[in-house]
């Protein structure tokens, strides 16, 4: 009987969610930070970030985006 309950609670269960970690583009010498990133409603992938010299720098509040496209193999496309 416990054996029966415990079969049909791992069949009932969700499936666990699935996390990938990777960079969107290679490493640089540039100051990154405040990531987003979301998911629209056609499944493509869209992150945007700020990118300058550095903390406290005149050029830090510029920023960069990214777009993957759902279903494409290569790598995102910069905004």
Do not use: Q, Y
């Not at 996390?19 to 583009?25: V, Y």
């Not at 979301?38 to 700020?50: H, P, Q, S, Y």
């Amino acid at each position: 009987m416990i054996s029966t309950m415990a079969i049909l609670l791992m069949l009932a269960a969700p499936d666990p969610a699935v996390f990938k970690s990777e960079l969107i583009f290679p490493p640089e010498d540039f100051h990154n930070h405040s990531s987003s990133i979301v998911e629209t409603a056609e499944g493509d992938l869209i992150a945007c970030w700020f990118h300058g010299k550095g903390e406290r720098k005149d050029d830090t509040l510029v920023i960069r985006g990214a777009r993957k496209n759902k279903g494409i193999p290569n790598g995102p496309n910069r905004l």
